[in-house]
């Protein structure tokens, strides 16, 4: 969701906007290809998550595999337009509590976690059948 410098994580091109940021240099033609480059990156980051965490499927059926990428694509755009319309733009200190109070000591206790059972699961002996 922050790769893509949409709201509400788009900082740097928030200090700046008086009209609409950046993009009043541009004309028709220029700001139209702008903005297609900017949704082409939102789908390309929704896609990329699909493809290596939602699993879309085995590729023996092509079909299949196709339609379930795209409805998995399109439930995570629709949750990424949801959650830019539904927040307001991060304050800088307030973006830094949030990652450094909240994301990170999520982050390290889940690397833990993952980290830490397989090592409880060693312990544990096979089942017999």
Known sequence: LAETNRA???LTEG???LVS???VEYAAGPFALFFLAEYANILLMNTLTCILFLNPGILQNPESFS???MAKTTILSIGFLWVRASYPRFRYDQLMHLLWKQFLPITLALCLWHTSFPIF???IPPMST
């Open 8 to 10: 509400p994580f788009d």
């Open 15 to 17: 200090e700046s906007e």
């Open 21 to 23: 940021g950046f993009n």
């Open 67 to 69: 339609l379930n990428l």
């Open 121 to 123: 699961l060693s312990g």
